[in-house]
């Protein structure tokens, strides 16, 4: 199988028509956040607050732009230790429709890392803590020059949403989580302008896609990532990116092919966009040898969800090809056609 490295991230930035009407929740704009937000993280990774102007990394962030002085900051220690991941945590606030924030993440000029070099997650917790969703983001990317006050360049910071209404007039907070996925390159992500998103503002998610990721096997058998449950509420055409935790490169289309993926854990990230905005969702595997025949699927969704996440085994010896879906790897007779529905169970 032939791998195309390098691809490009998400294209298109995200514009929040309604900032101006949305409800900044506390500390949200970062400017006098000291006490509303738990700055905490893993194995040396850690997170806090930085200032417009100063040197905050190894390399020049001198010339990024925030909306005001002061943003959030979420990162990996130096090293990148593996398990390492700094931790941002909102005080509770009343959920309305949904969130949005802004993230600008930092890779370096001339290296040849991913094209999204960090996990970035963020949370919707319970006021206890429990956890309600979870979503793998890809943000936009600035690349910087090695070392401070050499070469100062702007990054433009994208907007994303993230969908609370099952939990609207419940205390929530907001969590973000990031660690690198470059070994030796603690790299950060900026988080700015956190504001919910009320009645008045359901413009914003009227259009929105909703992402669903899942595992299912195509006609003639093959493990596939599976998005056939994620809609469109005007039926817009969408198109489909994943990113497989540990992998450098990007995987398209509705059903991609995952066949080449050894025995092991797994957790992929499915982005779906109309042109305008975009969803998120993930999915966790396990892939188990062929004789084990399966792979157990957790993502912590509901249970109709869950049902259309088939139970798959890595059982294909052949040609590897990018596209799994039951058009381009039909079955072996007319008899796998009911294959096509993804919650039925093979």
Same mark, same amino acid.
């Given at each position: 199988?032939?791998?195309?490295?390098?691809?490009?991230?998400?294209?298109?930035?995200?514009?929040?028509?309604? +900032?101006?009407?949305?409800?900044?929740?506390?500390?949200?704009?970062?400017?006098?956040?000291?006490?509303?937000?738990?700055?905490?993280?893993?194995?040396?990774? @850690?997170?806090?607050?930085?200032?417009?102007?100063?040197?905050?990394?190894?390399?020049?962030?001198?010339?990024?732009?925030?909306?005001?002085?002061? +943003?959030?900051?979420? &990162?990996?220690?130096?090293?990148?230790?593996?398990?390492?991941?700094?931790?941002?945590?909102?005080? /509770?606030?009343?959920?309305?429709?949904?969130?949005?924030?802004?993230?600008?993440?930092?890779?370096?000029?001339?290296?040849?890392?991913?094209?999204?070099?960090?996990?970035?997650?963020?949370?919707?917790?319970?006021?206890?803590?429990? /956890?309600?969703?979870?979503?793998?983001?890809?943000?936009?990317?600035?690349?910087?020059?090695?070392?401070?006050?050499? !070469?100062?360049?702007?990054?433009?910071?994208?907007?994303? !949403?993230?969908?609370?209404?099952?939990?609207?007039? &419940?205390?929530?907070?907001?969590?973000?989580?990031?660690?690198?996925?470059?070994?030796?390159?603690?790299?950060?992500?900026?988080?700015?302008?956190?504001?919910?998103?009320?009645?008045?503002?359901?413009?914003?998610?009227?259009?929105?896609? &909703?992402?669903?990721?899942?595992?299912?096997?195509?006609?003639?058998?093959?493990?596939?990532?599976?998005?056939?449950?994620?809609?469109?509420? +005007?039926?817009?055409?969408?198109?489909?990116?994943?990113?497989?935790?540990?992998?450098?490169?990007?995987?398209?289309?509705?059903?991609?092919?995952?066949?080449?993926?050894?025995?092991?854990?797994?957790?992929?990230?499915?982005?779906?966009?109309?042109?305008?905005?975009?969803?998120?969702?993930?999915?966790?595997?396990?892939? &188990?040898?062929?004789?084990?025949?399966?792979?157990?699927?957790?993502?912590?969704?509901?249970?109709?969800?869950?049902?259309?996440?088939?139970?798959?085994?890595?059982? @294909?010896?052949?040609?590897?090809?990018?596209?799994?879906?039951?058009?381009?790897? /039909?079955?072996?007779?007319?008899?796998?056609?009911?294959?096509?529905? /993804?919650?039925?169970?093979?």
């Amino acid at each position: 199988m032939k791998r195309r490295a390098g691809f490009g991230v998400m294209l298109g930035l995200l514009v929040f028509a309604s +900032a101006n009407a949305a409800t900044p929740i506390l500390g949200g704009d970062f400017e006098n956040a000291a006490t509303a937000w738990t700055f905490s993280g893993r194995a040396g990774g @850690f997170s806090g607050i930085v200032t417009q102007g100063q040197c905050f990394s190894s390399n020049d962030t001198t010339g990024i732009v925030f909306e005001g002085v002061r +943003a959030g900051i979420v &990162r990996t220690d130096r090293a990148a230790t593996p398990g390492a991941a700094g931790i941002m945590t909102s005080a /509770p606030f009343s959920a309305g429709i949904g969130v949005a924030f802004k993230a600008l993440t930092e890779t370096v000029d001339g290296r040849r890392y991913p094209d999204m070099p960090v996990d970035f997650t963020v949370r919707v917790l319970a006021d206890d803590g429990a /956890p309600l969703s979870v979503s793998s983001l890809t943000t936009s990317v600035v690349a910087l020059a090695p070392d401070c006050y050499t !070469y100062p360049v702007n990054g433009a910071f994208r907007t994303h !949403y993230i969908d609370t209404r099952r939990f609207t007039g &419940r205390q929530i907070r907001i969590q973000f989580e990031q660690s690198s996925r470059v070994v030796g390159a603690g790299l950060f992500t900026l988080v700015d302008e956190v504001v919910r998103l009320d009645a008045e503002d359901s413009q914003v998610l009227t259009d929105r896609p &909703r992402a669903v990721a899942g595992v299912s096997r195509s006609g003639s058998g093959r493990l596939r990532l599976d998005s056939s449950l994620s809609t469109d509420p +005007a039926d817009v055409p969408l198109e489909y990116f994943w990113n497989v935790e540990g992998e450098s490169f990007r995987r398209e289309g509705a059903f991609p092919c995952i066949d080449d993926l050894a025995p092991g854990a797994y957790q992929a990230a499915l982005v779906v966009s109309n042109g305008l905005y975009l969803d998120t969702d993930t999915v966790r595997f396990v892939v &188990r040898p062929a004789a084990e025949a399966e792979v157990e699927v957790d993502d912590g969704v509901t249970e109709e969800e869950l049902d259309a996440q088939e139970k798959a085994a890595l059982t @294909f010896d052949g040609d590897v090809s990018l596209d799994c879906s039951d058009s381009a790897d /039909p079955g072996a007779d007319d008899e796998t056609e009911e294959e096509e529905d /993804p919650d039925s169970t093979a």
